[in-house]
């Protein structure tokens, strides 16, 4: 498939299917052929606390970058209930005034087993998205804050959205996302106390400011203004240059190897434990321990 093909809707939905859904046997089964594309993505990381409206400014870039004839990605993650399972699903509602163009494609899915903002095979389901030629991928994490921080592993560029009432918010971030995002977003900035939610977020930056020649990170403003997106769509382009040209691609690629290897054997002794008989599980911790890593 080439970039100037329409996308596969359907074959598209169906291999995301699969690979969401994906056992860990079945992760390893297809470890070695992985789908192929021309050019990886650009992937973009959109993380923040709930309610920071991070779906609909995923919308305004995405609207941005189909102007000029990109292919765009959503993949949205909606936290699972530990009772019921179930996952509300409703970023594709907020994105509804651009969900209907060609070059678009929006999937919502759930968390599942993962806890750290992402959901299960993630890494599977980007490859994907890769392999029908998009452009531009968009990574919603949940949004559950400080656990968040596993998206830098997975893209390229991390945006952290916040609102002007977030100011503990930040303060509670301090030691965990609010020290790895490139761009962070000030979001509905035309309620009260935006700027000192951006003075507060700058104040924890420059506690960290001791490496020359490394990115410093933008912190924006952005409300229903169309020139505030293409301002953060700007400061998008800029990471990704200065990243093109500072990064060590090999040392990155090898963390999403440990990532993903780390991921697949948490849900594997998930697995194992919830096939456990009860009585396994009186037993002392260490002959459980013992038990499970021998069935790894």
Do not use: C
Not at 184 to 200: C, F, L, Q, S
Not at 224 to 232: C, F, H, I, K, P
Request: charged content about 25%; glycine content about 8%; aromatic content about 4%.
């Amino acid at each position: 498939m080439t970039r100037q093909e329409l996308l596969d809707r359907r074959a598209l939905a169906r291999q995301l299917s699969l690979a969401g859904r994906a056992s860990v046997a079945d992760v390893l089964s297809e470890a070695d052929s992985n789908f192929k594309t021309e050019k990886p993505a650009v992937r973009i990381g959109v993380t923040g606390p709930p309610g920071a409206g991070k779906s609909t400014l995923i919308a305004r870039l995405a609207a941005s970058r189909l102007q000029h004839g990109e292919r765009v990605g959503v993949l949205a993650i909606d936290p699972t209930s530990p009772l019921s399972q179930g996952s509300i699903l409703g970023d594709r509602i907020r994105m509804d005034e651009i969900a209907d163009d060609p070059n678009l494609y929006i999937r919502s899915m759930p968390s599942r087993h993962a806890h750290d903002g992402m959901a299960d095979n993630i890494t599977g389901m980007l490859a994907v998205l890769e392999s029908h030629n998009f452009d531009n991928i968009f990574l919603e994490t949940v949004g559950i804050g400080q656990a968040d921080y596993s998206v830098r592993t997975l893209v390229d560029t991390v945006i952290l959205v916040v609102v002007p009432e977030s100011g503990d918010t930040v303060q509670a971030m301090k030691a965990g996302v609010m020290e790895m995002a490139d761009v962070y977003v000030v979001n509905k900035a035309d309620r009260p106390g935006a700027k000192r939610t951006v003075t507060d977020i700058q104040s924890v930056l420059a506690l960290k400011e001791n490496n020359p020649g490394g990115w410093r990170p933008r912190v924006l403003q952005t409300s229903s203004e169309d020139g505030d997106v293409l301002l953060l769509d700007q400061a998008i382009t800029d990471h990704l240059n200065w990243r093109r040209d500072n990064v060590d691609l090999l040392a990155h690629r090898r963390d999403q190897a440990r990532y993903n290897v780390e991921m697949l054997l948490n849900r594997r002794v998930g697995e194992l434990l919830a096939d456990a008989e009860p009585a396994q599980l009186d037993r002392p911790i260490s002959d459980i321990y013992a038990d499970l890593v021998g069935r790894l």
